[in-house]
């Protein structure tokens, strides 16, 4: 075994680490900000918060999965809401696990699953549960983006 294969080989474990403890602290960020009601979901609830109060967007999540990943619309806002967070220095993922992410979001009061194709974690006044989790997916962000990864996608922990 060459050199370079066996760095090729370390990278990819340390980047199949940097996903799951990216994805732990995505759902750990996300179960923490329903909690303190600090969760927008929906691609059009998103766009209003993001239009009246961008300052108060902590994190942004875009998901999608097979069924979806055709659906022009769809990638249209998807490709607006990105512009928009990159403008505003908002840090935004993808997750191809909308089932998944339903999960941890849970069904509205209707019984329905939410429209969870967009998240936005937003501010309050007590952050320190969701902090260590928002470090680590900034941190992770910020990694990606310096090997040209702008909008890097997360696998979420199975259940």
Known sequence: MTLEELRGQESTTEASDRMQCAGGAL???LVSAKKQDCLTVGVYESAKVM???PDSVAFC???TDDQYECDIALQIHFTLIQAFCFDNDINVVRVN???RLADILGAEDSGEPKDAHCILVTSSD???CKGSA???LSVFCEE???VYEWVPTITLPER
């Open 126 to 128: 007590d952050d320190s």
């Open 134 to 136: 928002l470090e680590k």
């Open 61 to 63: 999540v875009l998901a």
């Open 144 to 146: 990606s983006r310096s």
């Open 27 to 29: 759902e750990e960020l």
């Open 51 to 53: 239009n009246v109060d």
């Open 97 to 99: 696990d909308i089932e």
